[in-house]
C-alpha cells in the first residue's frame, strides 16, 4: 500500500513562510493527483490545494489563493506546498493526499471521499 509522508510543518509568526513537503512511496497517483486538506481546531477538515500530476495543473481554496503555490518533482513523487504570507487562521493540521484516478480540469476533488490515500499530518501554527 502506498505511503504518503508529509513534512515542513512548524511554528512561524505572522506574515512568514513556510514549504509543506509530501513524499508518496510509489508513482501511484501518476494518472491522478494529489492535494492538501486541513483541519483546524474545533474545525471540519478542509480542502486546500489540489495538482493534477500530468500537467500540473493546480487548483486552490479562496482562503489561500495568491498566498500558497503547490508543485511537485516528478522524480521525486512529492508534492509541495509553499506557504506564504501566513496567518494566525492558517494555523491547523496539515494533510496530504492522493488520488489515483485522472480528473477533468473542470470538476477538481475537493472533497476528502474522493481520495484514496491519506498522510498522517503535519502541524502549522502560526502565531500572532
Known amino acids: 500500500q502506498v505511503q504518503l509522508v508529509e513534512s515542513g510543518g512548524g511554528l512561524v509568526q505572522t506574515g512568514g513562510s513556510l514549504r509543506l513537503s509530501c513524499a508518496a512511496s510509489?508513482?501511484?497517483?501518476?494518472?491522478?493527483?494529489m492535494a492538501w486538506f486541513r483541519q483546524a481546531p474545533g474545525k471540519e477538515r478542509e480542502f486546500v490545494a489540489a495538482?493534477?500530476?500530468?500537467?500540473?495543473?493546480?487548483a486552490y481554496a479562496a482562503s489561500v489563493k495568491g498566498r500558497f503555490t503547490l508543485s511537485r518533482d516528478n522524480t521525486k513523487n512529492t508534492m509541495y506546498l509553499q506557504m506564504n504570507s501566513l496567518e494566525p487562521e492558517d494555523t491547523a493540521i496539515y494533510y496530504c493526499?492522493?488520488?489515483?484516478?485522472?480528473?477533468?480540469?473542470?470538476?477538481?476533488?475537493?472533497?476528502?471521499?474522493?481520495?484514496?490515500?491519506w498522510g498522517q499530518g503535519t502541524h502549522v501554527t502560526v502565531s500572532s
Open positions: 493526499a492522493g488520488k489515483i484516478r485522472r480528473w477533468i480540469l473542470t470538476n477538481w476533488p475537493t472533497s476528502e471521499d474522493e481520495y484514496d490515500s
Open positions: 495538482i493534477r500530476w500530468s500537467g500540473g495543473n493546480t
Open positions: 510509489a508513482r501511484t497517483f501518476s494518472n491522478g493527483g
